[in-house]
């Protein structure tokens, strides 16, 4: 088997944090977002193979990462766009990517922003027991989230409907950004694309394959983040804390207070701050501060600021909030 992950986008609605870095750098405690789940195919003997598909723009800070990193099987595997705008759509970029690297095993597909409670492994024993396209499902609680996903209609396992943003959701079961085809299956990414089909979202994919073929879905119950916005990242950061701090052993603190699920990494100084539900990167500085529900980026200097819902981009300067 092969494992794709989606690793390709440009995070515009977290910009500035990640202007210049991928979100999947993102860290969740002492790991990143994408390192968790290469962690899970590393571990799993099923997967030979790993391909990162991403930009060209990120290329070089996944090579880095790569280089550094403690995994084996995880290999770039490159889109030739820059932008946003140039972008061939997840599954345009998919069948792409199984012509370039002539896959012709299962596949294995999840998005490197996907902060799962479940283990990958008991996901790739679901789908090989079915023998047929698998995706996982999550009850999000909510219609009004529902909107922005794929609704999944089920009779048993399987899956009997398939709403892309859907206007008006049904229910409040949705698809996540993991996938298991089998290599016959792969073939329907080129015939899908050839008839005009919507390249942009898997879910267009899946809304049009499931009225083909046997579909099931995997559900389960736990956590479940798509890292795309501030708030979502920090609602993974919570999650992983759940209530505890992470503050780096090189930060300097005077006359702080402390709440909940706050992350402070290396070199960072606060003085006579309040920090809450917060993450702080390298080497920044806070003076008299009332940081709530915000990220703060590297080497920036604040003095004299109440910020609630923020997003402080890198190496900034803000005194008396004026820049």
Not at 96 to 102: A, H, K, S, T, V
Not at 297 to 307: A, H, P, R, S
Request: glycine share 6%; aromatic share 10%.
């Amino acid at each position: 088997m092969k494992a794709v992950v989606l690793a390709g986008g440009y995070a515009t609605r977290m910009w500035p944090i990640t202007k210049h870095r991928p979100k999947m750098f993102l860290p969740i405690g002492d790991s990143t977002v994408i390192d968790r789940i290469f962690a899970e195919l590393e571990a799993d003997e099923r997967i030979d193979e790993v391909f990162v598909s991403t930009n060209e723009r990120f290329a070089a800070d996944f090579e880095a990462h790569l280089a550094d990193s403690e995994f084996d099987k995880p290999q770039l595997s490159i889109e030739d766009t820059t932008e946003e705008d140039d972008k061939f759509g997840v599954v345009g970029a998919l069948a792409q990517l199984i012509d370039r690297e002539n896959v012709d095993d299962d596949l294995l597909i999840i998005a490197g922003d996907n902060l799962i409670s479940f283990d990958i492994d008991d996901f790739l024993d679901y789908f090989q027991e079915q023998d047929a396209p698998t995706l996982a499902a999550y009850d999000v609680g909510s219609r009004e989230k529902a909107k922005s996903y794929g609704l999944v209609e089920l009779e048993g396992d399987r899956v009997v409907d398939f709403q892309e943003k859907p206007d008006d959701p049904r229910s409040t079961l949705v698809s996540i950004a993991c996938y298991a085809f089998p290599r016959d299956s792969l073939s329907l990414l080129s015939t899908y694309l050839e008839e005009g089909n919507n390249p942009d979202e898997p879910g267009w994919f899946v809304q049009w394959l499931q009225n083909r073929e046997s579909t099931y879905a995997y559900t389960f119950e736990g956590a479940w983040f798509d890292i795309g916005t501030p708030e979502s990242y920090l609602d993974a950061v919570s999650w992983h804390l759940d209530g505890e701090s992470l503050i780096a052993d090189s930060a300097t603190l005077e006359n702080v207070t402390i709440g909940n699920n706050v992350h402070v990494m290396g070199n960072v100084t606060l003085e006579e701050t309040t920090v809450d539900h917060a993450v702080i990167f390298p080497s920044a500085t806070v003076q008299n501060g009332d940081i709530r529900r915000s990220i703060i980026d590297e080497g920036t200097y604040l003095e004299d600021l109440d910020l609630a819902g923020a997003l402080i981009g890198a190496h900034t300067t803000i005194t008396n909030g004026s820049p």
